[in-house]
């Protein structure tokens, strides 16, 4: 009898195990299908809401494949440095692939090298101009200088409108508040000046001037620029960041937004949009950061997947007005990425290269 029992308790150990081996086994293999990959979107900073709402797009995309997204970045996006460490550090973690807005291009050319050498796949997104060195997988962004191009003709048809006169014959004075210098700055501003030349061209730009990016340095750059030429007409900034800031600065010296004088930017940031709708800021280069947040996970799953995708993804960009303000939130001024060409920093524009 004691025989007996003491076969059927092994037999019974032998069947508990079985059992929890095969459930270790189910247990492994779908937390692998739950967490099948891992990857880094690096952006520039998280200062201005552009990024902050890109990074919220590629982490909701990440989150339907069910994948593990990391984001690191400097605290300001002078930090070209600590930018490039960052990257430096996370390829060699245990990531599938990296996406990078980087501050500087040609200081990203040692993170990149070290991605490569790690075998790690590099994608770059909000911008479309190759580095110099190192191999991108794939450039996902707008077309910077026809974006600012198309900004541009909306200001002279805006002060054409207030002259009641042609678009050609328009005339004033236009402010660019910049971003840090690079290619980014160096597209949008000569694409914006070259926007102004091809329609308005009596209207002229009586200044430029760094507020790199914020919002708060560009009221005090502003606040500067309206003392030294109280008859500038328009505001551009290189980004929405900046335009909030002249506007403010503009209705502290007692100038009505969108009577005295406009305000235009670059993003497409939830909280200018608001402005826009409040007649507080004239208008933005809509280029939608959670929906390009969200172009850039897809393409990695794209390749992760085996699928061929194209060296430049060219996404869209809308000037948004009051006119066309809720089309663009609601998402039907959006319309699919298509295969673009590289943008060169080369003073030129993109069609041209």
């Given at each position: 009898?004691?025989?007996?029992?003491?076969?059927?308790?092994?037999k019974l150990?032998i069947?508990?195990?079985?059992?929890v081996?095969?459930?270790?086994?189910i247990?492994?293999?779908?937390h692998?299908?739950?967490?099948?990959?891992?990857?880094a979107?690096?952006?520039?900073?998280?200062?201005?809401?552009f990024?902050?709402?890109?990074?919220?797009?590629?982490?909701?995309?990440a989150?339907q494949?069910?994948?593990?997204?990391?984001?690191?970045?400097?605290?300001r996006?002078?930090d070209?440095?600590?930018?490039?460490?960052?990257?430096?550090?996370?390829?060699?973690?245990?990531?599938?692939a990296?996406?990078?807005?980087?501050?500087?291009?040609?200081?990203?050319?040692?993170?990149?090298t070290v991605?490569?050498?790690?075998?790690?796949?590099?994608?770059?997104h909000?911008?479309?101009?190759?580095?110099?060195?190192g191999?991108?997988?794939?450039?996902?962004?707008?077309?910077?200088?026809?974006?600012?191009?198309?900004l541009?003709?909306?200001?002279?048809?805006?002060?054409a409108?207030?002259?009641?006169?042609?678009?050609p014959?328009?005339?004033?004075?236009?402010?660019?508040?910049?971003?840090?210098?690079?290619?980014?700055?160096?597209?949008?501003?000569?694409?914006?000046?070259?926007?102004?030349?091809?329609?308005?061209?009596?209207?002229q730009?009586?200044?430029?001037q760094?507020?790199?990016?914020?919002?708060?340095?560009?009221?005090?750059?502003a606040?500067?620029?309206?003392?030294?030429?109280?008859?500038?007409?328009?505001f551009f900034?290189?980004?929405?960041e900046?335009a909030?800031?002249?506007?403010?600065?503009?209705?502290?010296?007692?100038?009505?937004?969108n009577q005295?004088?406009?305000?235009?930017?670059?993003?497409?940031?939830?909280?200018?949009?608001?402005?826009?709708?409040?007649?507080t800021?004239?208008?933005?280069?809509?280029?939608?950061?959670?929906?390009?947040?969200?172009?850039?996970?897809e393409?990695?799953?794209?390749?992760?997947?085996?699928?061929?995708i194209p060296?430049?993804?060219?996404?869209?960009?809308?000037?948004?007005?009051?006119?066309?303000?809720?089309?663009?939130?609601?998402?039907?001024?959006w319309?699919?990425?298509?295969?673009?060409?590289?943008?060169f920093?080369?003073n030129?524009?993109t069609?041209?290269?």
């Amino acid at each position: 009898m004691l025989l007996k029992n003491t076969y059927l308790l092994r037999k019974l150990l032998i069947i508990i195990l079985a059992i929890v081996l095969i459930v270790v086994v189910i247990f492994r293999g779908t937390h692998r299908q739950h967490v099948e990959h891992t990857v880094a979107v690096i952006p520039p900073a998280l200062v201005s809401p552009f990024h902050v709402t890109l990074i919220e797009g590629a982490t909701a995309q990440a989150n339907q494949y069910r994948w593990n997204i990391i984001s690191q970045s400097p605290e300001r996006e002078t930090d070209i440095e600590g930018q490039v460490a960052i990257v430096e550090q996370l390829v060699q973690r245990d990531i599938d692939a990296i996406s990078i807005n980087p501050i500087n291009a040609n200081a990203m050319i040692a993170g990149v090298t070290v991605a490569n050498e790690m075998g790690v796949p590099v994608f770059m997104h909000n911008l479309i101009t190759p580095i110099a060195e190192g191999h991108v997988v794939e450039y996902i962004g707008y077309d910077q200088w026809s974006g600012a191009a198309n900004l541009a003709a909306y200001v002279c048809q805006v002060l054409a409108n207030q002259q009641a006169v042609e678009m050609p014959a328009a005339k004033g004075s236009v402010f660019i508040l910049t971003g840090i210098p690079g290619f980014h700055t160096n597209r949008r501003t000569g694409g914006f000046k070259y926007g102004l030349k091809q329609n308005c061209p009596n209207v002229q730009v009586v200044g430029e001037q760094t507020a790199e990016w914020e919002r708060e340095k560009a009221l005090q750059v502003a606040t500067t620029a309206l003392q030294q030429h109280p008859d500038i007409d328009v505001f551009f900034g290189n980004s929405d960041e900046m335009a909030i800031g002249a506007a403010l600065a503009a209705q502290q010296m007692g100038l009505t937004i969108n009577q005295d004088i406009f305000s235009v930017g670059i993003d497409g940031n939830d909280v200018t949009l608001n402005l826009i709708r409040e007649g507080t800021l004239t208008a933005t280069l809509g280029v939608y950061p959670n929906r390009m947040g969200h172009v850039v996970i897809e393409q990695i799953n794209k390749l992760f997947n085996g699928a061929k995708i194209p060296y430049v993804l060219l996404t869209p960009s809308t000037v948004v007005t009051s006119a066309n303000l809720e089309a663009y939130i609601s998402g039907d001024t959006w319309t699919d990425p298509v295969e673009g060409v590289p943008e060169f920093d080369n003073n030129q524009p993109t069609v041209l290269n």
